[in-house]
């Protein structure tokens, strides 16, 4: 299998894609949160390996990611990254705790993080889904995983998110969307990487919609 | 998991005003002789150090697949097949001793659990030690496989080489 890179218009309808995807997570995380939300994509990148492994910043800056796998229409990885102050502050929020009351990752923390990729991570899922199932002879659905807490080198986490995709192709595909909260910018980067035989799967539907 | 006290670096590898640093990023591979430190990030790919002790020269390659399947190699050190007879080489060029190398090697982990894909690192790992055997070099320390990415430090003064990973105590090779 080998994979040839997307054109222009291709990233373009890619990016409408994520679009609505970050139009419903942000509708689910508002009412999560019970704060207003928005969701914003950076990029839809197409970059050598090299390049993709600085998107989380310093690589050797311990990080913490929530992953879940995609099934279905697409298959890939989905995955929200955070610091520690983040995802901690993340914690004290929906636990209505005061701010800095967390200062470790214990079971309770890691349950809060890992629930909000999930409502995230499917209503993403759902937007895409809508949009690229207009490209479908039939409705297409993309299901996730159970979230997975990892924390651990942010090079080491993104060598692996990127490795399916770079047994095939000398550049890897990415969306990187930004999260604000209330007008505040939070560090958090949502990530999704789908794997080489979807991009396949990807490349037809996206000619589809052109 | 506390996260203040997780990443103390480890300092048998010191840094001093005129050593030389470089980081080895992937794919990529790097000689020096007589003093310095190579760095590297790994996850499932496979940081080789191979030194010579009598002539103080070494090297480090991190390699990312296990083999480059006779395709045009731009980076030979990102493929096992194509990074260890380069590494000998630059190695040889710089004084070194092919008879002489010892290895060391970290990384290999299957950090994703629920990866549908055969994990890499395993294959890299085997590939890697398949060929070092071939090549009749040693492997004097390991530390390979688990879930969690890696910090490699190599000396190539002394051959000590660093492994740290987050929240662990580092280990020396």
């Known amino acids: 299998m080998s994979t040839e890179p997307f054109t222009d218009q291709q990233i373009a309808q890619l990016t409408k894609a994520f679009h609505r995807g970050a139009s419903e997570a942000s509708t689910a995380l508002a009412q999560w949160l019970h704060a207003p939300m928005s969701i914003s994509i950076d990029a839809v990148d197409q970059c050598p390996l090299e390049s993709a492994l600085s998107v989380l910043g310093e690589g050797d800056n311990a990080v913490c990611m929530v992953l879940m796998e995609m099934e279905g229409l697409l298959t890939g990885h989905m995955l929200l990254a955070f610091d520690d102050v983040s995802g901690l502050g993340l914690s004290d929020m929906l636990l209505s705790r005061p701010k800095g009351t967390a200062t470790s990752w214990e079971e309770l923390e890691r349950s809060c993080v890992m629930e909000t990729m999930n409502i995230a991570g499917s209503a993403y899922l759902n937007g895409i889904a809508h949009y690229l199932s207009e490209g479908c002879d039939e409705r297409g659905e993309l299901i996730p995983s159970p979230p997975q807490f990892l924390r651990d080198f942010a090079e080491s986490l993104l060598q692996s998110a990127f490795m399916e995709q770079a047994l095939f192709a000398r550049e890897v595909v990415f969306a990187k969307a930004r999260f604000d909260l209330s007008g505040q910018p939070l560090r958090w980067t949502f990530l999704l990487i789908p794997d080489p035989a979807s991009l396949e799967t990807l490349a037809e539907i996206l000619n589809r919609l052109s | 998991m506390n996260f203040q006290s997780s990443m103390t670096p480890e300092t048998r590898i010191r840094r001093t005003e005129n050593q ?26 496979i940081g080789l150090a191979l030194h010579d002790p009598a002539n103080h020269v070494g090297g480090l390659a991190h390699i990312v697949l296990p083999a480059s399947n006779d395709t045009e190699v731009e980076l030979p050190g990102k493929y096992a097949d194509t990074a260890l007879p380069e590494l000998i080489r630059l190695i ?33 790992l085997a590939v890697v030690e398949a060929l070092l055997k071939e090549a009749g070099i040693p492997i004097l320390g390991r530390h390979c496989g688990g879930k969690q990415g890696r910090r490699l430090a190599y000396d190539v003064a002394t ?14 090779l």
């Open chain 2, 20 to 45: 030389t640093e470089h980081k080895v990023g992937i794919g990529e591979l790097m000689v020096m002789k007589k003093a310095g430190v190579l760095r590297t990030l790994l996850g499932s790919c």
């Open chain 2, 92 to 124: 040889e060029l710089s004084g070194g001793k092919p008879r002489q190398l010892t290895a060391k090697l970290a990384g290999g982990a299957n950090m994703f659990a629920m990866t549908r894909l055969n994990p890499i690192g395993e294959q890299n």
């Open chain 2, 159 to 172: 051959g000590i080489v660093i492994v740290e990973s987050v929240g662990q105590p580092a280990v020396e």
